[in-house]
C-alpha cells in the first residue's frame, strides 16, 4: 500500500487510488475495493451520479477554479490537488481558497510533483497530507515540513501575521 | 534603519540552516539539478558563464558600516576580494564556491543580512529612492512600507513559485521618481487623499526585457493599512491566471496586457473583496511600530554653512564642481547628501574592492552616522553628512577615486555586468562604457550637457536598464558579432517612456563616435533651458538619425 506523509510528519498506509480522465470515448474506471478520487470537472457534472461504495474524493488540476466547488466541499471525504511539475506554484493558491475561502475541512492531499523542499509551504496552505514523489525519501519529509518554527505572514495555517503577534 | 528581533533572528537562522541541508542533499546528488535550482536561486546563488554568483539583499540599498565591513572580509575570504553593485540596489559576489555559500549565509546572518529572494520565480527585495527620509519633498517615509513588504513577501508560502520574477518598488517624492516605479511589475506611489489620508497610488503591469512596458495605474488610492491585503491580492490573480507556458510572457505585465488594466483591475479587486479585512490588514501600530525603526539620527541643530562652502568653493574649483555635482539638498539644516562616485573609467563600472567597501564603511561612520545607501546608478550614497565636513570629506574622498563629479552626467553610466562576466549575454557591455567615458572626459563639457542617462544593456533582459536610458544601448549578436543597437527618448521619472529604436546597429569601435554625434544634434538644437530629453522630446528622433546615418 502507498505511504502518504502527515501534516505532523507521521507516515500513514493509504489506498485511495487517483483515477486519472478517461480518453475520448472512454468512461471512467474506477477501482473495484479501494476507495477514489476522480477529476473534479466529471464529479461537478452530477455530483451525486456517482456512487463508490469504498469512498469517493475528487482531484484538481492546477489550473482548475476550486471556486466552483462552492457550497459542497465538505460533501467530500478527501480532495486532492495535482502539482504537474513543483515549480507550478497554483496549487498554493488553491490550497488557501479552499480552505480560507471556501471552508473546507476534510483531508486535503498534495499529488503529483511533490517534493520535501516544498512540504512545509503545502502545509502553511492548507494541506494537510502529501503523497510524495516516490524517489524521495519519506523519513526526511518530517524535518522539511519544520524547517521553520514561525512565519512572517498569516496563510491557512495561522491567520495571525507576525507584526500583531509582536504587538501582544 | 531596520533592527531585527528575536524573531527575525529565529527565522534567518532556521533559513540558514535550511540551505545548509538543501545544499549537503544537493551535493550528495538526492536532489536533480532542476530541483535545487529554485532554491539555491531562493538564496541568491546563480550560476554564470564563468562561476556561481551570489546576490546579496540589501533591502532597499541600507547599509550599515559593520555590515560593510563584513561584505568585505567575506570578499575577501571566499571570493576574489570585490563585489558588483546592482541596479536593484543589491550586492553581487562573483566567484563564491557552491559548498561555501551556506557558510557565506551564516556570516552574512550575524550582521542581519542574507540573500534571500534575490533572485528566482519569487518576490524580490523591494526598492526605493536612495534618498528617502533625507529630502523635503517625500510625502512621508517610504522605508518603514518598504520593510512592511519584505517581511511580508520573505518565504511567502503561496508566491514562492510564481510564473516568473516579480520586482516591488516604492516611491514616496512627489517631484521625482528615483526608484522607478513605473517600470516594475508593481510600482506604488505614495499619496495623500483629499482627506490628508496617506495610501498609494498602484501601477502594475510595468517592466523592462522583451516588451518594455510602463505600468498602468490599476487603483489610484489604496489607504495604507490596506497594502499587504491589496498587494496579496495582485499576487493572487498573477499566481493563478500568469502564464507558465511560454518564459517571455510570464511576466505580470502580459497578463495585464492580455486583459486589459481595467480587466485586471477588476479581478484584483474581487479578490481584494474577500481579504480586505482580514488580519493581515496593517494595523495602527504596526505601522507606527516599523516607523520607530527609521527615525532621523541624532541630528545637531546648525545652521546651513552657507559662507563657509561659498568661501571654499571659491577658493577650489574642483570642489566647487563636485559640490553640484555630487552633493544634494538635504531637509535638515546644515546637513548634505554626498554621492560617492564609484565608477571610474579603467576599472569596470560598479565594482568594488575590498579595501574601498572597507573605506567606505570608515567614511560612513566619521561622516553619516555609521550609515551608507547603495543607489539604482550603482553608487554610494552618504546620506547625513554636515556641511562643514563636506571640504575634509571631500579631500578624504580624492585619493580613494571616490570623488570623481560626473553624477548624472553621460559618463555616469548605467551598466549591466554583460559578456564579460554574463552568460546570457549577447554582447560586452563595459568596454561600451569605458570607451564613452574615455571620449567623454572633460568635465566642463560634461556639465554643459547636463543631465543625460546613458544606459548599457549587453542583452534583451535588459539588466542595464537600456529602454529608459534617455541614450540606450543594447548588445546584439550578429552572425557572432557583437553589435551595438540605440535608442533614444527613454525615461524612469514620473515622465517615464520607452526609449525608440534608433536604427541599425553599431560595430563596437564606432559606438564612441556615434554618441558623440548624438550628442552633437542636442548641443546644436537644444534651447536654453534644454536638458537632451527635452530636445529630443520636441524635435523628434528624425534629426538624430539624419545625422548618424549621414
Ligand atoms: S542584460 Fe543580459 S547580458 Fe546584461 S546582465 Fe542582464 S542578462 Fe546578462
Known amino acids: 500500500m502507498p505511504e502518504i506523509i502527515t501534516q505532523d510528519g507521521t507516515i500513514k498506509q493509504d489506498d485511495w487510488v487517483l483515477v486519472s480522465r478517461p480518453e475520448e470515448g472512454e468512461s471512467l474506471q ?51 490537488v495535482n502539482f504537474p511539475k513543483f515549480s507550478d506554484g497554483r496549487g498554493y493558491s488553491i490550497g488557501r481558497l479552499l480552505r480560507e475561502r471556501l471552508g473546507y475541512r476534510n483531508e486535503l492531499r498534495a499529488v503529483g510533483d511533490v517534493l520535501l523542499d516544498q512540504l512545509q509551504f503545502m502545509k502553511r496552505c492548507g494541506f494537510d497530507s502529501y503523497a510524495l514523489r516516490p524517489d524521495k525519501d519519506i523519513n526526511k519529509a518530517a524535518r522539511c515540513l519544520n524547517f521553520f518554527s514561525q512565519s512572517y505572514q498569516a496563510a491557512t495555517d495561522t491567520d495571525i501575521p507576525l507584526f500583531r503577534r509582536r504587538a501582544g | 534603519m531596520y533592527v531585527y528581533d528575536e524573531h527575525d533572528r529565529q527565522i534567518l537562522a532556521e533559513r540558514v540552516a535550511q540551505f545548509r541541508d538543501q545544499t549537503n542533499r544537493a551535493l550528495a546528488g538526492e536532489l536533480e539539478e532542476d530541483e535545487f535550482l529554485p532554491l539555491r536561486l531562493q538564496n541568491g546563488l546563480y550560476v554564470q558563464r564563468l562561476a556561481p554568483m551570489l546576490r546579496i539583499c540589501v533591502p532597499y540599498g541600507m547599509l550599515r558600516s559593520d555590515q560593510i565591513r563584513r561584505l568585505a572580509r567575506i570578499t575577501r575570504d571566499y571570493d576574489k576580494g570585490y563585489a558588483h553593485f546592482t541596479t536593484r540596489q543589491n550586492v553581487q559576489l562573483n566567484w563564491p564556491a557552491i559548498e561555501d555559500v551556506p557558510d557565506i549565509l551564516e556570516e552574512l546572518s550575524e550582521v542581519e543580512m542574507h540573500a534571500n529572494q534575490t533572485s528566482g520565480n519569487c518576490i524580490r527585495n523591494t526598492t526605493t529612492d536612495q534618498f528617502a527620509g533625507v529630502q523635503d519633498d517625500e510625502i512621508a517615509d517610504p522605508r518603514p512600507y518598504c520593510e512592511i513588504i519584505h517581511q511580508w513577501s520573505t518565504y511567502h508560502p503561496e508566491f514562492a513559485f510564481l510564473p ?21 511589475d508593481i510600482g506604488l506611489q505614495m499619496v495623500r487623499n483629499d482627506k490628508g489620508e496617506l495610501g498609494f497610488r498602484v501601477h502594475v503591469g510595468g517592466g523592462l526585457g522583451r516588451t518594455p512596458m510602463v505600468g498602468p495605474v490599476i487603483r489610484e488610492f489604496l489607504p495604507e493599512p490596506d497594502l499587504l491585503t491589496y498587494l496579496e491580492a495582485i499576487l493572487r490573480v498573477y499566481n493563478r491566471y500568469g502564464r507558465r507556458d511560454n518564459k517571455y510572457k510570464a511576466r505580470i505585465k502580459i497578463l495585464v496586457k492580455a486583459l486589459t488594466p481595467e480587466g485586471f483591475a477588476e479581478k484584483v479587486e474581487k479578490e481584494w473583496e474577500h481579504t480586505r479585512n482580514s488580519p493581515t490588514r496593517l494595523t495602527r501600530e504596526a505601522i507606527e511600530r516599523m516607523q520607530g525603526y527609521f527615525t532621523a539620527p541624532d541630528y545637531q541643530a546648525l545652521d546651513n554653512a552657507t559662507d563657509l562652502l561659498a568661501q571654499q568653493r571659491f577658493e577650489h574649483r574642483a570642489f566647487d564642481q563636485w559640490l553640484s555635482h555630487n552633493v544634494t539638498t538635504h531637509k535638515k539644516p546644515g546637513y548634505a547628501i554626498v554621492t560617492l562616485t564609484v565608477k571610474e573609467t579603467g576599472t569596470p563600472p560598479d565594482d568594488v ?171 546644436e538644437k537644444r534651447t536654453e533651458e534644454e536638458e537632451f530629453l527635452d530636445t529630443y522630446r520636441r524635435i523628434g528622433i528624425q534629426p538624430f538619425k539624419e545625422k548618424v546615418y549621414a
Not at chain 1, 478520487?37 to 456512487?51: C, F, K, R
Not at chain 2, 517631484?175 to 516605479?181: F, L, N, V, Y
Not at chain 2, 553599431?506 to 563616435?513: G, H, S, Y
Open chain 2, 353 to 523: 574592492s575590498d579595501r574601498q567597501l572597507e573605506q567606505i564603511a570608515d567614511l560612513a561612520d566619521e561622516y553619516s552616522f555609521g550609515e551608507a545607501r547603495v543607489t539604482h546608478h550603482q553608487n554610494v550614497v552618504l546620506a547625513d553628512v554636515r556641511q562643514d565636513r563636506l571640504f575634509e570629506l571631500w579631500q578624504a574622498l580624492q585619493p580613494i577615486g571616490f570623488a570623481t563629479p560626473n553624477l548624472d552626467t553621460l559618463t555616469d553610466v548605467i551598466c549591466c555586468p554583460g559578456g564579460d562576466y554574463c552568460a546570457l549575454a549577447n554582447a560586452k557591455s563595459i568596454p561600451v562604457a569605458e570607451s564613452i567615458q574615455r571620449r567623454f572626459d572633460d568635465l566642463d563639457y560634461l556639465y554643459d550637457l547636463g543631465r543625460i542617462d546613458l544606459n548599457i544593456s549587453g542583452c534583451m533582459n535588459a539588466c542595464g536598464h537600456h529602454h529608459v536610458g534617455h541614450i540606450g544601448v543594447l548588445g546584439v549578436d550578429k552572425k557572432g558579432e557583437e553589435f551595438y543597437q540605440i535608442s533614444l527618448g527613454g525615461s524612469s521619472q514620473h515622465d517615464a517612456s520607452i526609449g525608440k529604436i534608433l536604427g541599425p546597429s553599431f560595430a563596437r569601435d564606432d559606438m564612441p563616435e556615434v554618441v558623440a554625434k548624438l550628442i552633437g544634434v542636442y548641443v
Open chain 1, 30 to 80: 474506477l477501482p473495484e475495493k479501494q476507495p477514489a478520487l476522480i477529476p473534479m470537472d466529471i464529479w461537478l457534472a452530477d455530483p451525486h451520479a456517482i456512487v463508490h461504495k469504498p469512498g469517493l474524493g475528487i482531484w484538481l488540476e492546477s489550473h482548475d477554479e476550486p471556486e466552483r466547488l462552492e457550497g459542497m466541499v465538505n460533501d467530500l471525504p478527501l480532495i486532492a
Open chain 2, 164 to 184: 516568473r520574477k516579480f520586482k516591488v518598488a516604492v516611491n514616496a517624492s512627489e517631484r521625482t521618481d528615483r526608484a522607478a516605479i513605473q517600470v516594475h
